[in-house]
């Protein structure tokens, strides 16, 4: 696998991907204008940061995903750890023994699979996630079905329609789904293509959708849209967001779960 460059950044590429990795996703337009300098130079740091795997560049600017190679596993295991754990206990309880489960790819859907795996029995759980099944797979209390298709070195994700096409064979009582970003109108947003195509899938295949992010989550950008807070049943999150999320909960009937004992 190819390594990141050892190559020294200078100021402003890392400043670019400071903000990368704040935002979620970073344009030509506003680093220029931030940087005071031409869309040509920081065209160029970009294809530099992309190259050496500091970023991944898109068209009209670059974003800082989970999949890029310096973002490893275990480091993005380490973020928000108690704040995960405390989603993953609260979706554990909303899960009744027997039932389908598919979960998607992210460190909050594995902290899931392992809390649903210590105290359920009778589940038949399906996922794109090879993290997932090794968590599960030598449980006598669960049925494994894992996705086929593209795996992204890093995550162990299986991802594009080869895996899309898998989950649309079922039709699961509970989707548990992690998000890259969530945009202030409520539009749910990911990083990679071929990743929403799964989303979307478990979206359309699932009796009842619930969204687990978080509060990380809001601070973040992302090209992609897999779907809107519309589409969900229930969103299990750890901090109160902001008004107009929660008006957009309310007005569509998603049930709001705050895991913070403050509740704020």
């Not at 390594?3 to 337009?29: M, P």
């Not at 064979?169 to 195509?197: C, P, Q, R, W």
């Amino acid at each position: 696998m190819k390594s990141k460059s050892k190559f020294t950044l200078n100021k402003r590429q890392q400043d670019i991907v400071n903000t990368a990795r704040r935002d979620g996703f970073v344009t030509v337009e506003k680093l220029a204008e931030s940087f005071k300098v031409t869309h040509q130079t920081i065209r160029r740091d970009l294809t530099f940061l992309s190259d050496n795997l500091y970023l991944a560049r898109t068209h009209g600017g670059a974003f800082f995903q989970s999949g890029v190679s310096n973002v490893t596993h275990d480091s993005r295991q380490s973020i928000a750890q108690k704040e995960k754990a405390a989603i993953a206990s609260r979706v554990s309880t909303i899960i009744p023994d027997n039932s389908s489960v598919v979960l998607n790819i992210g460190t909050t859907t594995e902290q899931v699979a392992k809390n649903l795996v210590g105290t359920h029995k009778g589940l038949k759980i399906i996922t794109n996630n090879i993290n997932i099944v090794n968590i599960a797979a030598h449980s006598k209390n669960c049925e494994v079905w894992v996705a086929g298709g593209k795996v992204r070195t890093g995550d162990n994700a299986v991802l594009g329609s080869t895996a899309a096409n898998f989950i649309k064979n079922f039709k699961i009582d509970y989707a548990i789904v992690g998000i890259s970003a969530i945009d202030e109108d409520g539009t749910l947003l990911d990083f990679d293509h071929e990743e929403l195509m799964v989303t979307q899938a478990i979206y359309k295949q699932s009796r009842k959708i619930i969204l687990i992010a978080d509060a990380n989550k809001f601070d973040r950008k992302a090209p992609y849209v897999t779907g809107s807070l519309s589409d969900i049943d229930i969103f299990v999150t750890d901090l109160k967001p902001t008004k107009k999320i929660i008006k957009i909960c309310k007005s569509n009937n998603v049930d709001l779960i705050i895991t913070s004992p403050l509740g704020k």
